[in-house]
C-alpha cells in the first residue's frame, strides 16, 4: 500500500496520479501529489515503477502500516526508495531484471537431472 511521497524528491510531474488505476492521489497545493485515498490503493506498485525520481515508497502490504512503522518514516526508507524498479529492471542505469535473474540457473539444473 502507498505510504509515503517524498517531496524532496518529487519533481511535480504527475506521473503517479495519471497511473494510478484507483485515482488513490491528489494534487497538493505545491504541486506534490498527496496520498487522499489510501484505502483504495491495490499495492500494484504502478506508482512507484513509474516514478522517474523514485520518490514514492509503497509498501509490500494490502493494509496501511502501523503508526511508527518504518515503513511510514521516510528517513528509515532513505534506501527503499526505488527499490520496486530496481528488482524489476525498470530505470536507466540499472541491471535489467532479466539479466539478474537467476531461475534459469535451478531450471537447467533440473532438464540435466535423471
Avoid at 23 to 43: E, K, L, Y
Wanted: net charge negative.
Amino acid at each position: 500500500m502507498i505510504e509515503v511521497v517524498s517531496a524532496d524528491r518529487c519533481v511535480r510531474c504527475d506521473v503517479c496520479v495519471k497511473v494510478c488505476p484507483t485515482d488513490v492521489f491528489d494534487r497538493g497545493p505545491d504541486g506534490v501529489p498527496v496520498i487522499a485515498r489510501q484505502s483504495d490503493c491495490q499495492t500494484c506498485f504502478m506508482c512507484e515503477a513509474h516514478c522517474p525520481t523514485d520518490a514514492l515508497y509503497v509498501a509490500p502490504f494490502s493494509g496501511p502500516a502501523p503508526a511508527g512503522s518504518p515503513h511510514t518514516d521516510e528517513g528509515a526508507l532513505a534506501d527503499a526508495f526505488g527499490d520496486y524498479r530496481r528488482i524489476v529492471g525498470w530505470g536507466r542505469g540499472r541491471t535489467p531484471g532479466s539479466r539478474a535473474d537467476r531461475n534459469h540457473i535451478f531450471t537447467e539444473r533440473l532438464r540435466s537431472s535423471p
